[in-house]
């Protein structure tokens, strides 16, 4: 039985008693009531039509819940996702258009590949690529343009589509002067019934009852012939089954915002996993979540919808209902399908400025400009990356997926930067033989003789050369030093550069009359000295097991009884 849940995750479902499915199926239904004008908000924000959301919610949350190994994550559309598959598409397709819709589908069929074939081959180590403060500069910017984005449905003002998001929302602004004011009242309605909702009544579906007062009260004032944008008819019944369109051209095109978005919708579906996690103390693998998040996404492109993911906002939802599996996430869907077989006409009358305010809401808590201070004060290679991710993002829309590239690429620069030229301190003699950083403890030089070195890092091709400028310049610096010493207690791998490197090392300095000579190195170091023969030329009697050792060692041969 083990062996079939590791394959099939679903099979753990059926280990419930009637407890487990009453819990999920309350859960089920409270996440519905935010679902439903969830999705229909999110499908806005991707450019597709509304009720493409409520399929994003069925279907794919179903196979999301099945093959995924956290029984409480949510998926469906996403704000994030949706607005970079917006951006993606942009390009290559007039916005609403049938051609965007379907470049829309593919893009779900790629993001989805990517997604599986990463965790086929259990590559959910690529994550780690992702910084924390990279994804934090992109979420903030993202945050701000998913919030800008939705000014012209709010205002009720036409917006043109160009290559700079910041520009046409300023034309936007400049404009205020055509607002539509009943979609505004719409939209602040909207914001002000939420704001109530979520600080004096939190346990109420705020969102559903906005929705349902709003589309109520559009109907009534008859907002629609008035010339306010409504979400129209949503079809009625089951998404048709078909195969996403094959284009190469446009599959190229593609591809680098698949991978970008596969990337960030897992890292979503990642934190809210691991928060689970910690709350329920069940175990999740990420390379299976890897999977279960690609065939949703899989399953969304074959079933006419948008690029999914696991959300954050909704799954917290779930666990606080106390769902217990992914029971709870099928029920859910259950009741987006009874809305798609029996209440889409209730639809017809949602104001889209009130979608637009639901979408504003939605993504402001996750602006957080002080990450960026905490960054920069833990470290600044970090805080220069978050801040490049975060302007890169911002002047790229709505291109965003080239900001987050932009990050990552940044990041990897910085941290290879870091390798290139890792500490290399200058040593002192504390309390008799302890070796210790000569400039912070105000410690004179060991001896004339003699000059001490701590390395940190692994001496690799990359900083080998780093390394021996260190030693060349201590040799200029101390006229009349024979013997060196490299405390490597830091060093955790050297390559053949590096053994390369200490042999002509070795050598020119035995040609100088100077020794070389190391102290505490690690095992496996050791080993890949005596392996290539380094230990031999370096000469065993000038590797020292400790600080200690070395020191009393080189003093006894410089004639010297104490430091």
């Known amino acids: 039985m083990d062996t079939a849940i590791r394959f099939f995750p679903f099979l753990r479902m059926f280990r419930f008693d009637s407890e487990t499915i009453k819990a999920d199926l309350i859960a089920g239904l409270t996440v519905s009531l935010v679902a439903i004008p969830q999705a229909l908000a999110y499908a806005q924000l991707a450019g597709v039509p509304a009720y493409y959301g409520l399929y994003a919610a069925l279907i794919p949350t179903i196979v999301g819940a099945l093959f995924g190994s956290s029984g409480q994550l949510s998926t469906g559309p996403v704000a994030m996702t949706s607005l970079l598959t917006a951006a993606s ?84 602004i400049s404009s205020i002067d055509m607002v539509h004011e009943l979609s505004l009242g719409f939209g602040l309605s909207a914001i002000i019934l939420l704001v109530g909702f979520k600080k004096y009544a939190p346990k109420l579906p ?57 990337l960030i919708s897992f890292m979503e579906a990642m934190s809210s996993s691991k928060v689970i996690a910690l709350k329920t103390r069940q175990p999740w693998d990420e390379n299976k979540e890897l999977i279960g998040q690609g065939l949703a996404k899989i399953a969304a492109a074959f079933s006419h919808s948008m690029p999914v993911s696991g959300s954050f906002s909704r799954s917290a939802l779930n666990l606080a209902s106390n769902a217990k599996t992914g029971l709870s996430s099928i029920f859910a869907a259950l009741f987006v399908l009874l809305t798609l077989l029996f209440f889409t006409s209730l639809l017809y009358h ?47 829309a709505p291109s965003i997926q080239n900001g987050i590239l932009t990050g990552i690429i940044l990041s990897l620069a910085l941290l290879l930067y870091r390798m290139m030229r890792p500490t290399i301190t200058s040593l002192g003699i504390q309390q008799g033989s302890m070796l210790r950083d000569a400039d912070r403890n105000n410690l004179p030089q060991i001896h004339p003789k003699l000059g001490a070195i701590r390395f940190d890092g692994a001496l690799r091709f990359v900083n080998v050369s780093y390394f021996e400028e260190a030693l060349l310049k201590l040799e200029r610096d101390r006229p009349g030093i024979s013997h060196i010493l490299v405390k490597c207690s830091g060093v955790n791998d050297l390559d053949s550069s590096g053994v390369e490197m200490i042999f002509n090392l070795v050598e020119r300095f035995k040609n100088m009359g100077i020794t070389l000579t190391f102290s505490g190195p690690k095992k496996q170091v050791l080993s890949v000295m005596n392996r290539s023969g380094l230990s031999k030329k370096i000469g065993e009697e ?9 020191i009393d060692r080189l003093y006894s041969q410089l004639g010297l009884t104490e430091a």
Do not use: C
Request: aromatic letters at 10%.
């Open 206 to 262: 705020g969102v559903l009852i906005t929705v349902s007062l709003l589309t109520w009260a559009s109907y009534l004032s008859g907002y629609a012939k008035m010339g306010g944008k409504v979400v129209g008819n949503v079809p009625q019944g089951l998404p048709t089954f078909s195969m996403p369109l094959s284009d190469w051209h446009a599959t190229v095109a593609l591809l680098p915002a698949a991978f970008v978005i596969a």
């Open 89 to 172: 598409v942009a390009p290559l397709a007039a916005h609403g258009s049938e051609q965007f819709v379907a470049y829309v589908i593919l893009l779900a069929l790629l993001s989805g590949i990517f997604q599986v074939v990463f965790g086929a081959l259990r590559m959910g180590v690529l994550l780690n690529f992702l910084s924390h403060p990279v994804l934090m500069g992109f979420i903030n910017a993202a945050a701000i343009i998913i919030g800008l984005s939705q000014l012209p449905t709010l205002l009720g003002i036409p917006a043109q589509q160009s290559e700079h998001f910041l520009l046409d929302i300023w034309q936007v």
């Open 350 to 396: 949602l104001p889209k400025p009130v979608l637009a305010a639901i979408i504003m809401m939605a993504v402001i808590g996750l602006i957080n400009f002080r990450v960026f201070t905490k960054a920069w004060r833990t470290n600044r290679d970090d805080g220069i990356a978050s801040i490049v991710t975060f302007i890169a993002t911002l002047v790229f």
């Open 542 to 550: 000038n590797i020292f097991a400790t600080d200690r050792e070395a």
